[in-house]
T-cell receptor, first 116, second 111 residues
Framework: EPEVTQTPSHQVTQMGQEVILRCVPISNHLYFYWYRQILGQKVEFLVSFYNNEISEKSEIFDDQFSVERPDGSNFTLKIRSTKLEDSAMYFC??????????????FGNGTRLTVT | DQQVKQNSPSLSVQEGRISILNCDYT??????FLWYKKYPAEGPTFLISISSIKDKNEDGRFTVFLNKSAKHLSLHIVPSQPGDSAVYFCAASASNYQLIWGAGTKLIIKP
């Protein structure tokens, strides 16, 4: 069964550094998402992406964050200047249609980001 | 602002018995509800969903019940199996489609 793959599985970075989290969504999916889960807390929506543009973003997704689909397969999340509070598990997801509407999200296994 | 609440952080159930996971929501605009299951070191996986036009949806051992007047839904797993031990997330969406997630309930199935 096709999977969403994320790399790296764990990223450690220093505060103020830029990080890029990478994802390869399922190939015939059209909608892409980033979520995060701070340890012990709920899963939080960051951004959705469709047709090469952001379709929706949460208040968490401020100017420090950006997403890109640089080629036909990768979907990346960039954090420009990391803060300690950015430490979390970041999940990429994709769906064939708009999320939740008869088109469940397929999640990757996540990238654990640790900002020191 | 907890629009979706899972008030039980954990639940322990004997193998073979019924597991009931509960979820409450506050936003009356939610019209689609989903349950996801998450194992450690893996991403969430979709389990079952229900639209607000229904009050029950069943898929094998999993049944989701929706009580719109009480703004409550529950996931029933019967019979519970050891492989069901995981964290279960309830999620809801309104017409704007952004999924709002609960904090999760850790289900432990005892042998």
């Amino acid at each position: 069964e096709p999977e969403v793959t994320q790399t790296p599985s764990h990223q450690v970075t220093q505060m103020g550094q830029e990080v890029i989290l990478r994802c390869v969504p399922i190939s015939n999916h059209l909608y892409f998402y980033w979520y995060r889960q701070i340890l012990g807390q709920k899963v939080e929506f960051l951004v959705s992406f469709y047709n090469n543009e952001i379709s929706e973003k949460s208040e968490i997704f401020d100017d420090q964050f950006s997403v890109e689909r640089p080629d036909g397969s990768n979907f990346t999340l960039k954090i420009r200047s990391t803060k300690l509070e950015d430490s979390a598990m970041y999940f990429c997801a994709s769906s064939r249609n708009l999320q939740g509407r008869n088109s469940p999200l397929h999640f990757g296994n996540g990238t654990r980001l640790t900002v020191t | 602002d907890q629009q979706v609440k899972q008030n039980s952080p954990s639940l322990s159930v004997q193998e073979g018995r019924i597991s009931i996971l509960n979820c409450d929501y506050t936003n009356s605009m939610f019209d689609y509800f989903l349950w996801y299951k998450k194992y450690p070191a893996e991403g969430p996986t979709f389990l079952i969903s229900i639209s607000s036009i229904k009050d029950k949806n069943e898929d094998g051992r999993f049944t989701v019940f929706l009580n719109k007047s009480a703004k409550h839904l529950s996931l029933h797993i019967v019979p519970s199996q050891p492989g069901d031990s995981a964290v279960y997330f309830c999620a809801a969406s309104a017409s704007n489609y952004q999924l709002i997630w609960g904090a999760g309930t850790k289900l432990i199935i005892k042998p």
